[in-house]
């Protein structure tokens, strides 16, 4: 099992991927990183930062390592703002890691009446499950912090946390959203749009897909919707 065994802000995310262009050597960004994360204390949690990044972002996308490639989320932080892609940068972290998509289930299953969750309760939960590793809590408060950053969770306690208003996405964004999702998750140009996995879209405001799908339908995908069918076929 892969940890999810860093924070992320979502400004560390965007800066990055502004600031590096392909056909580079990923260590030539070594450096400059560390003015990035300048909150970060060390050399060594900095280089761990920038690798879950470049795991997640970069090298996600592309069989070596060695030079960079331009991907579809490295074009959109030159042409995006960040609060565009906040959501998308959440979005991609739950699919790379299927340890955030289980925290997601379970966090869904830890808040009580006033929409409040213990981090304690919610680590018991998950050791139940994956069992008393490591690198199981670290992932738990890896994933707190970083739904903090995204302003998804506020922190209220030393182990307490308030769910925020969930945020909306705009039809481009669902769009993007889908894009992702055909490519990065499913690895299909063709998505069931009755069977999107939840744990993906929990954190924001309910989305009509069906609309999103009409809008771009001839653009983006073919929307083929029947009695038995509810797809789009991506023209990517």
Known sequence: ?????????????????????????????????????????????????????????????????????????????KKYPLEQLRLLFLVKILMDYEITRFITNKIRLSFDHTNQLSSSILSKKMVQEYGDRDVVKRSV???????????????????????????????????????????????????DLSNIDSSLLYYFKEIDLKDVAKKYHSKEWEYIRDVNRNHLLMKY
Request: proline letters at 5%; a positive charge; charged letters at 25%.
């Open 1 to 77: 099992m892969i940890g999810f065994d860093r924070p992320l802000k979502p400004e560390w995310i965007y800066t990055t991927l502004k600031m590096i262009e392909p056909g580079e050597n990923p260590s030539k960004y070594n450096l400059p990183f560390e003015d990035i994360a300048k909150e970060l204390v060390g050399k060594e949690g900095k280089r761990k930062v920038r690798t879950v990044i470049f795991r997640g972002f970069v090298y996600s996308f592309q069989e070596k390592r060695n030079i960079i490639e331009s991907n579809i989320i490295m074009e959109w932080a």
């Open 141 to 191: 408060r890896s994933f707190l912090k970083t739904l903090v950053h995204f302003k998804i969770l506020e922190q209220i306690g030393t182990q307490k946390y308030r769910l925020m208003n969930r945020p909306s996405m705009s039809n481009e964004q669902v769009k993007n959203f889908l894009l992702l999702y055909s490519k990065v998750f499913l690895k299909s140009a063709m998505i």
